[in-house]
């Protein structure tokens, strides 16, 4: 709506939809009445039903609005309206320049250093990627492209070296003796 230069205005509440919510009130209590007392029990006759009742109930509740006239306005010059009425759907760019959507697989061939680009799918049943509005080259493929093989690197565990001070470090200088407990001590002077 917003590349249409429309402002929507949502009504969140069933107050502010009141024609709506209490046509729905009207036809689920109202019209079910009419159809239990006319022994309407398949669909098919319930759709004959509403081709005889909707007429006569349009012509009782309804009124015309306020202001007569059509507020369409005319589409502005360089609105491609195929690029807005489509249903877009943001994908991820792999490293090897591919995308899949639809259970399909397609090739990016324009190199364009993203993480996402936009598929369009369009009314025709076209399919367009974009990166920020600019269409993409691409192509379908089957499968995702192989990588060439690199030569196998081979890992050689080497342990860290475990670091031993040297002699005259400050470490060295000061060794901790054991601890005595005082009935050793004295067992020793006895």
């Given amino acids: ?3 249409l ?3 929507v205005t949502h009504a969140y509440s069933p107050q502010a939809k009141g024609r709506v919510e209490r046509l729905f009130r009207t036809l689920q209590d ?3 009445k009419e159809m239990r007392l006319r022994r309407i029990k ?7 039903f509403l081709e005889y009742y909707l007429p006569i109930h349009n012509k009782r509740f309804s009124f015309k609005a306020i202001e007569d006239g059509d507020l369409h306005r005319e589409l502005p010059k360089g609105i491609d309206l195929d690029r807005i009425l489509c249903i877009k759907t943001k994908r991820g760019l792999r490293n090897d320049w591919t995308v899949s959507h639809d259970k399909k697989l397609y090739q990016v061939i324009d190199h364009v250093r993203t993480k996402f680009v936009i598929v369009e799918e369009r009314i025709d049943g076209s399919i367009v990627i974009t990166y920020k ?3 993409l080259k691409y192509r379908e493929i089957s499968e995702r492209p192989v990588r060439e093989n690199k ?3 081979k890992y050689i565990f080497k342990p860290k070296k475990i670091y031993r001070p040297p002699a005259d470090h400050p470490w060295r200088k000061f060794k901790i003796r054991p601890q005595i407990s005082p009935y050793q001590q ?5």
Avoid at 42 to 48: D, G, L, P, R, S
Avoid at 186 to 190: P, S, W
């Fill in 186 to 190: 004295m067992e020793k002077v006895a």
């Fill in 1 to 3: 709506m917003k590349e």
């Fill in 42 to 48: 398949t669909i098919e006759e319930a759709n004959k």
């Fill in 5 to 7: 230069g429309v402002d």
């Fill in 30 to 32: 109202r019209l079910i």
């Fill in 151 to 153: 030569p196998d690197k």
């Fill in 133 to 135: 509005g600019t269409a």
